[in-house]
């Protein structure tokens, strides 16, 4: 029985490679597998050999579109479940999500400017990037001068910054062109990965490595942190500056994820449930479970969007699909604690 489920877990972790590349074969540029598969085993031989690189029509959509956009789902998808797992553990709440502090409510914000005034992807990616940080940072700051003490704090003063943005982006809509800039506003707020290609990656990949890797180097202390401060403090650990080094690394990833693929929401709440029924509620088996499995679910997520229907689902749509029914279930279960 434990042989069986280490196999089990050996499995879900190699789960994000499979599906990277079974994610290939699915477009609606149909593609027969003899080709994608002596596609790939030619551009291989080209990176490694410097042989005679293809050049076609078919290698363009699996490398130049499909694998941007299968990549970018995965970063995204373990950036926010990651970010989802260590707020709930540092808040201390199992219904904490990524956007408890106000950060899709600032990259929303930052994007509606970009769409207003530049009308370019990459200004909404960095405008989004840098608002959902300074909403975050507001949050941080705010809770900080406030006469309360613990984390209560910073969920009111999320709630506060969140309802400031959301105000901004209401008289952004108000005052937006309602036949073309209108429109590509209400599109972002679903979520999409369809003009994700490799330009738009190179940026947000250190951003997202680096807060990944402090959050997975902090994880045990995030156990410390759930069980309480008087707790965290009895064994040494400084409560207030450690929480504010995860807020601001699983911050960092977050605003990160949402620059590139819009408002997704669910992920960040459901999946770090999901993973804590397969490892339990340990944060060093918690953390890279809930980035594999979110990595996966949302490429599944995104395989859907572009191909269930005869246009594309925006993903919010089918996260908010999903997960709403699971996180019933896991409601229903009673598996709603963290310790």
């Not at 699996?62 to 956009?69: D, E, N, Q, T």
């Not at 373990?78 to 990259?107: E, K, T, Y």
């Not at 969920?155 to 005052?175: C, E, P, R």
């Not at 601001?248 to 990833?253: G, N, Y």
Request: some cysteine.
């Amino acid at each position: 029985m434990p042989d069986l489920k280490r196999y089990g877990t050996i499995c879900i972790y190699l789960l994000p490679l499979v599906l990277l590349f079974s994610s290939l074969f699915v477009g609606r540029y149909q593609i027969s597998s003899s080709f994608i598969i002596d596609d790939i085993v030619r551009t291989a031989s080209f990176l490694l050999f410097a042989t005679d690189a293809p050049i076609s029509t078919e290698h363009t959509v699996l490398f130049s579109i499909r694998l941007p956009r299968i990549l970018a789902a995965l970063m995204a998808g373990s950036a926010l479940s990651i970010s989802g797992a260590a707020f709930q553990g540092i808040f201390r709440n199992p219904l904490v999500s990524p956007d408890i502090l106000g950060v899709g409510a600032g990259a929303g914000f930052g994007a509606c400017i970009a769409i207003l005034l530049y009308d370019s992807y990459l200004a909404i990616q960095l405008l989004s990037f840098i608002f959902g940080l300074v909403a975050v940072f507001a949050a941080v700051i705010m809770g900080k001068v406030s006469k309360g003490t613990g984390t209560l704090v910073f969920v009111l003063a999320g709630i506060i910054v969140a309802s400031i943005f959301n105000a901004f982006i209401s008289l952004v809509k108000y005052v937006a062109d309602p036949y073309n800039d209108l429109p590509a506003i209400v599109f972002w707020f679903m979520g999409s990965l369809s003009s994700i290609r490799y330009n738009d990656l190179h940026w947000v990949i250190l951003p997202m490595l680096v807060g990944s890797l402090v959050l997975l180097l902090l994880r045990w202390r995030i156990n410390i942190l759930s069980l309480g401060d008087e707790e965290a403090r009895s064994l040494g650990v400084n409560a207030g500056r450690m929480r504010l080094i995860i807020i601001i690394c699983a911050t960092l990833v977050t605003s990160a994820a949402v620059s590139i693929s819009g408002v997704i929401g669910w992920v960040g709440l459901v999946v770090p449930h999901i993973s804590r029924m397969i490892v339990g509620p340990n944060y060093n088996r918690l953390l890279p479970m809930s980035m594999v499995i979110g990595a996966s679910f949302m490429l599944l997520v995104d395989n859907l969007a572009r191909t269930v229907a005869a246009t594309e689902i925006p993903l919010g749509i089918i996260t908010s699909l999903l997960g709403a029914p699971l996180f019933a279930y896991l409601l229903k279960r009673g598996r709603m604690g963290w310790i």
